[in-house]
């Protein structure tokens, strides 16, 4: 499998960017530092890109609209792309993206800089809910628990749609 | 509860009859000695009789002095 | 032989008038008295008690026993006690042992009355006894009575000595102290062995032989000092001297030496326990040790389990990071863009496929079509156009070629089925993990909280005693050989100052005559105790095998029904090989009743059960009467408490068929069996039912007829399976194994 996308935006350097009013609250479900997977449980994703990515994904499976406003403004950028962190699957699933929401019209549709933004204002409408799943977790439901069933519920809304 | 003396008379008639002859005495004497100085003997542990003991050296030096006789 | 003929009991306690006339079958020789508990069955065997000793036999401090009806209302004249006991005996007796040759009947006579007084104190009693008789009359050939010449006390004390009451009237709780108490009491094993060698040197006959000797010993050395004093010898008074103090010497080494067993047995006896104790601790011990590394086991499976776990759990939080289930999520927009970029693939303009053709044609310098290219033209200007126009939208058109391959791709996921059953799997493999640990978990606080149960520090404990206890055996031991040792010195010692003596007195002629009667003691010395011996050794050996056969009659067919473990570190029926008597130690007349378990292994008595101790008290006290030739009433209450089953069945048989004229105190549920039953209709000659009136229903109890006003007990003739108007009880005229008995005679 070829790197196309890795490689696009890898070329460049974006920001990766989450609410910054929500920082605090997702660096709960983020593991502490590479490696520590001893609390898998309360800590489910393992980087800040696999919460940032769910985010995207929640934001498509409840189409929500990609939060608008200067991204300045609310949003902080917890890595940018030229440091690899996006790799292809993922990269080739933002391109999708860009596609089915900017449409073929827009020349820019192609564009590295236009796909991250996209992600980002994606990510930051689904973080909410992502966050509010979470933090609502029933008595004896892990978080890891609890962002599995959600996946799960999410997946058949999306896919019964499609 | 006394049958059993007569056990002991048996043993005794026995032993007297194997022990006595090397003192050169008569067996029944001695047997008739041990039985009356037995039944004092009983007689004081029933109740305590008086001057029993010189009563029993007494009933051995009549015996030894006739046995010495006899011989 | 004494045999009863009949007990009269006047105004005793809660006896208004009773009669008893035991069994003197030699077929049939049992007699039975049914008497549930608290009917009067002590009052009863304290009557016969009293009949037979007086005061002595009674309880508490003499005169503090009230022996006078309970309804005795304080009046000046007083109220007359009265127990005769009528009995035969054949005239076997020392004292007659060139006697009658014919049975002699006699009758025991004792009276009291009791009168009131004022107490001066508030816990002393408000009467008093006045007037106690005790008569012993004889029966003579013409049928008068007259009175015993010897009097009451000689002749009772000569056929049924006091201290070996619990041999004639006995609770079976008493008789169990032969072997180190009852159920209910322990005591000391050297009081143990002090107790069975009285009576087996009483009943055998022994202890007066034994005093005898001992008599006999002292006046010969009463002879020979004699003898030496009338020498007028200085040197040989010295010599004698000597030799008294080596006797001296002698007898304080006999009394340490008799201290000394005593004190090993008590020893023994503690180590023993000692050792029961560490055993049942050490067993635990071993339990201790396997528990330990069931513990480590249980941490390693624990650690394991956790660790795997963790990695089904690291499985889970990845499987949140998929690109299928992004994807899945996606799915919309995925179908969307393969729709939108599919016909553009088709149609070629995504990817670019006409650039490299066309590319070649204008270096080739010829078009498809056949016109030059070589040089500008409109023709070559087009082809330059088009691939101008198709280089600037390549990136653009190839970026959505690969968009189109990666939707195509992702959408065989979108779906999400394949990540929704892997992530169950995961999902599983963390259940049956978690299962697993829980597991783990309760076990290991079962094995902690077990691990706790067992105390170190009193496995410490008991191997600490336990070294004390060897190292003051040891101590014993040692001065036992060396005492053993010094005596044999000394009598050696003795021996030869006793010759030198005698060779230098022989010259003497004053001393001739004691001389003579310091050899007839020797003599007789000699024999007695050569008879002693002799007989002492049957004996003992004879009543060992009786005890052990009688033992092995009751405890037959024990297997099922051992109901009574009353003490866990006691040693049970079932363990016993064998019993029997044996002497403390060969020269010592001193024995000791003992249970060897299969092993040959030594139990000491107080090491074993209740329920064990009271059969081999029993086959001891039955064995010394057979042994013995002892034909003497046993009056025993309590025989059977404490065993069931084929142990009961067989106890009651035993005693039926061994003991000379057994009378025997026994409750409804002792006769509750049919087995108990069948020996009663076999074996008793005379039956009896003790009924007590404070036991009637309207006062609790189940009697169900008041046949007297008063609290007293009365005797019927009903036996174990009958009642009559006297004794009924409530559930016995529905009981189909019962028949009513027809009163002949007015109750007594
Ligand atoms: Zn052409
Ligand atoms: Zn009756």
Redesign the pocket.
Known sequence: MSDFFSDLLRATSHGLVLPREDDDAINRYVAMHAGDRTNVESRPFPRQVDFWAFCIATALALKLEPRDGSISRWGKTFIYTNQGIVDNDLASLLAIVAVAKIGLDDPGVTESRRIVELANRLAAAGCPEVLRKLQNSPLRTTPLDQALEFARSLQEQAYDDS | MVSNFERILAEIRKEAGQIAPNYRVDPDSVVNLIMGIVDLEDQHRVKAQHGIKKKIRQMIETAAIQASEVR | MLLIRRIEIVNFACFDQVEIRPSANPKRPLTVIRAENGSGKTTLLRAIRWGMYGEQGLPGNPGSFSLHPAAWQPDSQGIETRVSILFETDGSSRLQLEGKPTNIEYELRRSVTTVHREPSAKDEPDFRRVREEAQLLEREPDGSWVPNVHGVGRVIEELLPWSLRDFFVMDADEAADFVGGSENKEIQRHEVIGKTSFAVRALLGLEVFDSTAERVASLRRDFERDATKATRNAELAEKQAELDHVRGRLDEIEKRLERNRHERADTDERLAQGRGRLEALIGSLGAHDALRQRLTDNEKHTQRANEERRSAARELSNDLTRVEMLASLAAREVRHVEQLLQPLYDDGSIPVRHLPFVKRLLETGT???G?DLTSASD?ANHIQEVIDRSTEQKDHADHLAEVLDAATGLGRHADGEEWADRTDDHAKAVAVLDEEINNLTQTRLDIDSKLDDIDDEEVENARGRIGMLEQSLSKIDREITSDQEAREQLAKDSNKLEGDIRAARRQEAQARDLERYEETAAMLVQVLRQAYARIQDEQVRELDAEMNALFGSMAANVFDDEAVEDNQHKATLRMIAKVGLRPLEDTSAEYEIFADNSRGRSMPPTEINGASRRILALSFVLGLCKVSRTVAPLVADSLLNFTSGSVRTNTLRVTAETASQPILLLTGSDLESQNEIDLVNRYAGATYTLTGQWQHVDQGGDVVRLTDNRQVSLLCDCGPREYCDVCERLGQAQDERCTRRQESEAPR
């Open positions: 078009c498809v079509c016109q023709h």
